[in-house]
């Protein structure tokens, strides 16, 4: 199995900052999450979990109009469900960690760059040969140090 490959440099201050998690809460990767909670538990910090999502192809842009409120927050509701239940045997396997669960409406680039501003490691997955976009945009954006987890 490949190694996870760390990109960027991590002072000593950057240790109680936290451990960002992107997680596609519909395929979570065990390899993935048990990195990042292994990662928090030695540094002693909080564990970010990020999970972004999109509205399903027939509330997209092609309406005329948004979806109803209560549409979006039954599927922000299903996402956020979806993610607890990912994380949930990871919290239970590290109970020391802290964990903040994070659901946005907005593309697993932007969440993960966004959510780096204020990180001291972000945890990506790589599933196949190649980088993928949103591997690449975290890459070349983050703020902080990035762990690549192949899987």
């Known amino acids: 199995m490949a190694q996870p490959i760390a990109v960027g440099h991590d002072p000593g ?5 936290p451990v960002v998690l992107g997680i596609d809460a519909r395929r979570p990767c065990d390899a993935v999450t048990g990195f990042a909670f292994e990662a928090a538990l030695r540094r002693g910090a909080p564990l970010h979990a990020v999970h972004a999502w999109r509205l ?42 802290r964990v903040y669960e994070d659901v946005r409406l907005q593309s697993p680039p932007t969440a993960l760059v966004h959510a780096s501003d204020t990180a001291g490691l972000v945890v990506v997955g790589r599933g196949g040969a190649t980088l993928g976009p949103t591997l690449m945009a975290v890459l070349g954006h983050a703020r902080c140090p990035v762990t690549v987890v192949p899987h």
């Open 13 to 17: 201050h950057e240790r109680l900052r």
């Open 56 to 97: 399903p192809a027939p509330a997209g842009p092609s309406l005329p109009v948004a979806p109803p409120e209560e549409d979006r927050g039954a599927w922000e509701d299903e996402e956020v469900q979806l993610l607890a239940d990912a994380l949930r045997p990871w919290r239970e396997k590290c109970p020391r960690v």
